[in-house]
């Protein structure tokens, strides 16, 4: 009589925790992992940048200034992006007597192409389109057509800040300086390759 009483107690012991235990088992398969933060759609970037100066012939061998460019990522490789560059500062050929005053001011939009080569260094090429002004100088036309391409290296700092260095050449046309109707007010079309360094955030 006490066994069957015991086995009784035991059946409803077992009845009443089997849920408990399947409950307790989980299908590794079935887990969700963890989401991952989605990637920053916009990049703005400031920095110092350098610039021949090919178009005036009897100046500085460059100039200094400042860049910006803002750049919206279309998936995981393409964006475009919208800059523009500020040149104001002579140097090189220090030298001459009358190195004059000029500027360039250059506003390009272009597409862009970047990968990551190695854990935190990704790289990156452009082509640019736009207009560009050389200022100071009386130079023909005031704003010219303007393009070119380049490339560079971004290093990862954290997901929103990063280092970047880049290099392009840009061609404009411009008359000499002080030009005449004489001279047709021709053009010229000159490369002038520049340079960048500066920070990158994301957003």
């Known amino acids: 009589m006490k066994s069957k009483m015991l086995l009784r107690v035991l059946m409803v012991l077992a009845a009443a925790l089997a849920p408990l235990a399947a409950s307790a088992q989980v299908n590794p398969d079935e887990t ?3 989401e991952q933060a989605a990637p920053y759609k916009y990049e703005v970037f400031a920095g110092v940048a350098y610039s021949r100066i090919r178009q005036v012939p009897v100046t500085y061998s460059g100039l200094l200034g400042g860049k910006v460019y803002v750049a919206r990522d279309w998936g995981r490789y393409f964006q475009l992006m919208a800059s523009g560059d500020y040149y104001k500062m002579g ?3 220090g030298n001459l007597l009358n ?6 001011f250059t506003f390009l939009v272009g597409p862009g192409v970047h990968a990551t080569l190695y854990n935190n260094l990704s790289g990156m090429f452009f082509a640019e389109l736009g207009a560009e002004h050389t200022g100071g100088e009386s130079m023909t036309p005031k704003v010219s057509f303007a393009g070119g391409f380049g490339g560079g290296l971004t290093y990862n700092l954290n997901r929103r800040f990063a280092l970047q260095l880049t290099g392009d050449r840009v061609a404009a046309s411009f008359s000499l300086p002080n030009n005449s109707p004489v001279l047709g007010y ?3 079309m000159t490369w002038d390759a520049r340079g960048t360094f500066g920070v990158v955030y994301r957003f």
């Open 32 to 34: 969700k992992a963890p």
């Open 91 to 93: 140097i090189g050929h």
């Open 99 to 104: 190195p004059g005053h000029p500027s360039i």
């Open 186 to 188: 021709s053009s010229h």
